[in-house]
């Protein structure tokens, strides 16, 4: 497989809904050969993953709303307009805060997060019954949940 041109005109994308959340495949990682994958993320008020490691890098860029961000035990809260990083390793969790839902776009590289996020939608289809299969897919995608 080769990279390829991607564009995605407003309302386009590949929806998926995970624990709460709805992420838009932008750019998936089968258009650049794995190098790196970029969705969109709509976090209604509380929704966000767990605080959580992995060996790929992830950027955050909010678009609108506020996002509470964990990194590393430090507290973010993150506005529109306002980035974050977190390098592989680094443990994180994010929620929305804002009464509207938030928006975000999420970068990782190399990709690994899209195959995750496709196995989340598929197996976890009630909350909060099915959140204890999380630990088992994640470790599945490299995904670590760290213990609170």
């Known amino acids: 497989?080769?990279?390829?041109?991607?564009?995605?005109?407003?309302?386009?994308g590949e929806?998926?809904?995970?624990?709460g959340a709805r992420l838009n495949f932008l750019c998936g990682a089968d258009k650049t050969e794995h190098a790196w994958s970029l969705m969109e993320a709509v976090l209604?008020?509380?929704?966000?993953?767990p605080p959580h490691d992995h060996p790929w890098d992830e950027a955050y860029y909010v678009i609108e709303g506020e996002v509470r961000f964990e990194v590393n035990g430090r507290v973010e809260l993150v506005k529109a307009g306002d980035f974050i990083y977190a390098?592989?390793?680094?443990?994180?969790?994010?929620?929305?805060?804002?009464?509207?839902?938030?928006?975000?776009?999420?970068?990782?590289?190399?990709?690994?997060a899209e195959s995750f996020f496709r196995e989340l939608e598929r197996e976890i289809q009630?909350?909060?019954?099915?959140?204890?299969?999380?630990?088992?897919?994640?470790?599945?995608?490299?995904?670590?949940?760290?213990?609170?």
Do not use: C, W, Y
């Not at 497989?1 to 386009?12: I, N």
């Not at 909060?128 to 995904?143: N, T, Y």
């Open 1 to 12: 497989m080769s990279k390829q041109v991607v564009v995605v005109r407003k309302g386009e």
């Open 15 to 19: 929806p998926i809904n995970v624990m």
């Open 44 to 49: 209604p008020k509380d929704s966000g993953p």
């Open 87 to 112: 390098p592989g390793g680094t443990v994180h969790a994010f929620q929305g805060t804002s009464e509207q839902p938030a928006r975000m776009l999420i970068f990782d590289a190399p990709a690994h």
């Open 126 to 148: 009630e909350m909060p019954r099915d959140l204890a299969k999380a630990p088992e897919i994640g470790a599945r995608h490299q995904v670590r949940f760290a213990k609170r």
